[in-house]
């Protein structure tokens, strides 16, 4: 089992930034790929972000490339989300997400664990 919490969340103008936290217990932390989805009203759970357990690859969803960036400190157990010219359109609960399927992993099915999220608002 791995428990997930995120922090960082909050109310930001257009244009601002976040930095959103996932602090990891239990199972293994430095062998799991991380994940950050997000669902805004209405709409499906989407990808945002991944990384491989080392650290050494990332990938992201079209719309936030270039404005965010997944990190991770295994010492600490914890993987962040810097989020930076935010848009209205990034409001979103944000969720952190393990999965042991090795390498870069962007489909939420294969992902096992879940935090219970964090909201973000972006207003115009």
């Known amino acids: 089992q791995v428990q997930l919490v995120e922090s960082g969340g909050g109310l930001v103008q257009a244009g601002g930034s976040l930095r959103l936290s996932c602090a990891a217990s239990?199972?293994?932390?430095?062998?799991?790929?991380m994940g950050w989805f997000r669902q805004a009203p209405g709409k499906e759970r989407e990808f945002v972000a991944t990384i491989r357990s080392s650290g050494d690859s990332t990938a992201y969803t079209a719309s936030v490339k270039g404005r965010f960036t997944i990190s991770r400190d295994n010492a600490k157990n914890t993987v962040y989300l810097q989020m930076n010219s935010l848009k209205p359109e990034d409001s979103a609960v944000y969720y952190c997400?393990?999965?042991?399927?090795?390498?870069?992993?962007?489909?939420?099915?294969?992902?096992?664990?879940w935090g219970p999220g964090t909201q973000v608002t972006v207003s115009s």
């Open positions: 239990g199972r293994t932390f430095n062998s799991a790929t």
């Open positions: 997400a393990a999965s042991y399927v090795p390498g870069i992993v962007t489909t939420k099915g294969r992902y096992d664990y």
